[in-house]
């Protein structure tokens, strides 16, 4: 099995008046996974949908490879695709649910045999076989769902949501062990997910989605170190980055009540700071007021005003912190994010 | 759960009066029909089989056999079922799960037919089937019966689609499927309830349909069970043990599922359907 | 959006609609041909016929008389008599069958399931019965003494369908319209929360104010859907009576407007049928039938029940 490149050229996709995707140009490279990450409404499943063939576009093109797919059928398309509920027919084994691709396909029953319980034993569900969805546990079913994607070595795979049904621990293993499963088939992978965490783990690239756009589309490094705009900014990472809109003079930001030092920039005006809360420390010239500790465990999630300002530190468990009590912050120019009053990534 | 302030003895009193008629009226029936003479409900002769002696008459005072109505009945009945389901499936099906233009129009018109009582066109149906050429036939009956029974059949089907998983569908598309393929072999096998619940509905009132065979059929050899009993009530003198005992044997299956299914048939007509 | 685009989503949008349409035509396409056969054409059919001499005589070469049948009905001496009828049955069998209705559902409502199921479901039986069986049990039921049961038990020997034949028609029809009533205030006593009940209760109300002044402001909307609704079938349904007293005894004694209508067109009993007369008393039946139940719709919160379809590939 062996993936072929996904590249959406200019698609977009209105429901009457409604826009849920704006010109999107966007391309997988063969063999990649790539996870859409966003809120809900965001515009990613739309987007998966339209891969699939389930929608037609408003405008724009889809190609698979060379192949302009379009204009087809999504049983033309050559797509394996895994959903949030599984979708496993109720009335079939897990068997039947399996081989259901492929009988469609008129294959040889032996054949079918031999990749159904291939493909079964590959995900380890080969003893449950001949249960129902109804009789089998959730992670059983959301193999046997993937099995049925996978069945028929499918050139491009579309998983919407496929970890969110699961209980906390299945959903780590599961995680691993598509990822795993992906590297090794080749197969070229879209992920939907509204779980950053899922997405920056899975994903060789994330595309971030808000407002039916793509807002960056990078290594999930990157977009966790150089965020291009205040949205991403803010969507990604845990605790979400501190985004203080203030303005930008040479070599300072001041926001309300309360200035420091950032990198000097030829921007000046209106515009936004963002620093993380791992990346703010004691220590420094900015005073600011301790409004409440959370413990996290090995950390603490301390809430601090700034002049009229809240942030967010992270902080190690054994750092005193009492409510009330003023302490000094120390922001690291080299570790801050500047955007423009449009929110965009500025340095 | 006791919803009111009441006496049991008075609720008691007043359940049993209310079902009194009921009750007196079914057992009537099957005394009638198994004993020479009762008064009021007091077998007052022996048990007499010969009131089921129509069973293997050839004829009973020029009517056709009992059997050849028996035969009509069922096919008349089996035919509107399955015809109904077919049909009804296929229209709410792509009512509600595909795109077309003049769809909301399309199932607007369903529920005014819904409502409109169907009996009042029964003299152009009449017209038309004579028209037709198949006035006096089973296969005209049958179209007539099954149309009438299409807007209630497609509402209720609707209802059932209309909750029908849209990832399993898109799962059978994705799979390979036509939308054709998936309405046979995804989307029906999950809508079994409703087409159980269509298929009674169907059976129980072609069963019971008089007005339609009565008006439209007049050879007797196309008699239903329902034209056959009724052509012993009109006689001058009726013989109420013989015609108890047809109408036992044509409610019997009726009484059958009644026994079987009473739960089934009250969560059926109590999910606001059409009566 | 720019012009071009609208003009391209424009395009899409038609383009869309067309393609692949042949699906959801060969889906509709048996349901559309026996609704049109079977509802639409009798609409203007009993409309056409209403207009035209058409009777056994004229069957194959009807003439177009205009007004002439309607202009005939209202000078029928006997008019007067069939709405008379018509108003006294649908308005008693009407009252029958919300009253004992409510009464059901509000007594098995009240009982334990176990107690209250049987009942209800042994007042579906009339329903569920073929109505041939159903006219059968009635009439053995008030022959003359020693086989009638109701002259044996009230002690005076008639036939009742003769003797009363108001009374039965109205209890044989209340009989298989009440459990409509029933099931559908039932579902809506068992919507109202239980805290009602039991502040009512704390509050002091007795059984009779509990109904008064809880259900029945509750059950609103199900009444008057009821009453619409059977006021409609009622209006239009002509089964029990023809089978019960066939619009006698004697003089349209209990001949309603739809009965007559049936006779005058479908029953040979006249010799020469006249079609088209009975045509016209239908038509008034049918003009009733589609201004109620296009109202119906309005009742309904019809957006609701057209939401789009996920899928947009036929």
Same mark, same amino acid.
């Given at each position: ?76 398309? @050559? ?43 590959? %995900? ?125 003079? @040479? ?97 | 759960?006791? &919803? ?46 010969? =009131? ?65 009582? +169907? ?146 048939? %009250? ?9 | ?8 989503? +424009? ?13 959801? &035509?060969?889906? &509709? ?62 308005? %008693? ?65 008639? =036939? ?107 029953? =040979? ?15 008034? %039946? ?27 590939? =036929?």
């Amino acid at each position: 099995m062996r993936g072929i490149e996904v590249r959406l050229e200019g698609l977009s996709k209105h429901f009457g008046r409604v826009v849920a995707l704006r010109s999107l140009d966007l391309e997988v490279r063969a063999g990649e996974m790539v996870a859409f990450l966003g809120p809900s409404g965001c515009g990613k499943t739309t987007t998966l949908l339209l891969v699939a063939g389930i929608y037609r576009p408003t405008t724009g093109a889809i190609y698979f490879g060379d192949r302009r797919v379009d204009g087809l059928h999504p049983r033309d398309r @050559d797509v394996g695709m895994v959903f949030q509920s599984y979708a496993l027919y109720p009335h079939l084994t897990l068997f039947e649910n399996i081989a259901f691709p492929l009988r469609l396909k008129r294959r040889p029953e032996a054949e079918v045999r031999a990749k159904v319980s291939q493909t079964a034993e590959l %995900l380890g569900i080969g003893h449950v076989l001949d249960r129902r969805p109804g009789q089998v546990s959730g992670g059983q079913q959301q193999r046997a769902a993937l099995a049925r994607a996978l069945v028929k070595e499918p050139q491009v795979l579309l998983l919407d949501e496929p970890l969110s049904n699961l209980d906390a621990q299945v959903r780590l293993q599961a995680r691993a062990e598509i990822r795993r499963l992906q590297r090794d088939l080749g197969v070229t992978t879209i992920l939907v997910t509204h779980d950053q965490a899922e997405a920056l783990a899975m994903a060789d690239r994330v595309a971030v989605f808000s407002t039916g756009e793509v807002q960056q589309y990078a290594t999930p490094l990157e977009l966790y170190q150089r965020p291009q705009n205040t949205f991403v900014a803010g969507f990604v990472g845990h605790p979400p980055m501190n985004v203080v809109r203030g303005r930008l003079e @040479d070599g300072t930001f001041e926001a309300d009540g309360w200035r420091c030092r950032v990198p000097r920039l030829s921007y000046r005006g209106e515009g936004y700071l963002g620093v993380r809360p791992e990346d703010l420390r004691v220590g420094g010239e900015v005073e600011a007021r301790v409004l409440v500790a959370e413990t996290l465990g090995r950390e603490q999630l301390v809430t601090v005003r700034v002049g009229a300002t809240e942030l967010k530190l992270l902080a190690a468990q054994a750092d005193g912190f009492a409510a009330d009590s003023v302490v000094k912050l120390d922001i690291p120019p080299d570790r801050v994010h500047l955007f423009d009053a449009a929110g965009r990534r500025i340095g | 759960m006791p &919803l009111l302030p009441v006496r049991w003895r008075w609720l008691v009193a007043s359940g049993f009066l209310l079902c009194a008629p009921i009750v007196a009226g079914m057992a009537w029936l099957v005394l009638t029909a198994l004993f020479d003479r009762v008064h009021g409900l007091v077998p007052a002769g022996p048990l007499a089989p010969e =009131n089921w002696a129509f069973v293997g008459s050839p004829s009973v005072g020029g009517r056709p056999p009992a059997v050849v109505a028996l035969l009509n009945s069922v096919l008349f009945s089996f035919a509107v079922a399955a015809v109904a389901i077919v049909v009804a499936s296929m229209a709410a099906y792509a009512i509600s799960c595909l795109h077309f233009p003049g769809r909301s129009l399309y199932l607007a018109v369903v529920l005014v037919l819904h409502a409109f009582p +169907a009996v009042s066109l029964l003299i152009a149906i009449f017209y038309i089937l004579r028209v037709l050429g198949l006035f006096d036939t089973l296969v005209g009956v049958i179209l007539v019966k099954t149309a009438l029974e299409l807007p209630l059949g497609i509402w209720l089907m609707k209802g059932f689609f209309d909750f029908l998983s849209w990832e399993m569908e898109m799962a059978a598309l994705v799979d390979g499927m036509s939308r054709w393929g998936v309405f046979w072999k995804v989307a029906l096998p999950m809508v079994r309830p409703g087409l159980l619940a269509l298929g009674t509905f169907a059976l129980l009132s072609a069963w019971g349909e008089f007005i339609l065979p009565f008006t439209l059929i007049v050879s007797s050899r196309s008699w239903t069970l329902a034209t056959y009993l009724q052509s012993f009530l009109t006689e001058a003198f009726t013989d109420f043990g013989m015609v108890a005992a047809v109408g036992l044997f044509y409610a019997l299956p009726v009484l059958v599922l009644f026994g079987l299914g009473q739960r089934y048939l %009250l969560n059926l007509y109590g999910g606001g359907v059409k009566g | 959006m720019e012009e071009a685009t609208r003009a391209a989503v +424009a395009a899409r949008a038609r383009e869309r609609a067309w393609r692949g349409l042949w699906v959801p &035509l060969l889906f &509709l396409l048996p349901a559309t041909l026996l609704v049109s056969l079977f509802y639409l054409l009798p609409v203007a059919t009993t409309l056409y016929l209403s207009f035209t001499d058409i009777s056994t005589v004229t069957f194959r070469n009807p003439q177009w008389v205009g007004w002439e049948n309607y202009r005939d009905l209202v000078r029928d001496p006997f008019l007067g008599r069939i709405l008379g009828n018509t108003a006294r049955y649908v308005s %008693l069998t009407l009252a029958f069958n919300i009253g004992v209705g409510l009464l059901l559902a509000l007594l098995t409502s009240h009982v334990p399931e176990r107690a209250g199921n049987p009942v209800r479901a042994l007042w579906l039986l009339p329903r569920i019965l073929p109505p041939v069986v159903y006219v059968l049990i009635w009439q053995g039921l008030t022959r003359e003494s020693p086989f009638g049961l109701v002259s044996n038990v009230v002690g005076v020997s008639r =036939n009742w369908i003769t003797a009363e034949p108001w009374t039965v028609i109205v209890l044989a029809n209340g009989m298989v319209g009440a459990s409509f009533g029933m099931l559908l205030f039932t579902s809506a006593i068992r919507s109202i929360p239980a805290d009602l009940f039991y502040a009512a209760a704390v509050d002091g109300a007795t059984a009779w104010q509990t109904v008064r002044r809880v259900i029945l402001p509750l059950l609103r909307w199900p009444l008057l859907f009821a009453t619409a609704y059977q006021t409609l079938s009622l209006l239009t349904s002509f089964e029990y009576i023809l089978l019960l007293t066939d619009g006698g005894p004697g003089f349209y004694t209990t001949t309603v407007w739809s009965l007559h209508a049936y006779k005058l067109a479908l029953s =040979n009993y006249f010799g020469n049928v006249q079609f088209g007369m009975g045509a016209a008393m239908a038509a008034v %039946l049918v003009v009733v039938g589609v201004v109620v139940s296009v109202l119906y719709l309005r009742l309904f919160n019809f957006k609701a029940l057209v939401g789009e379809p996920k899928i947009e590939v =036929n």
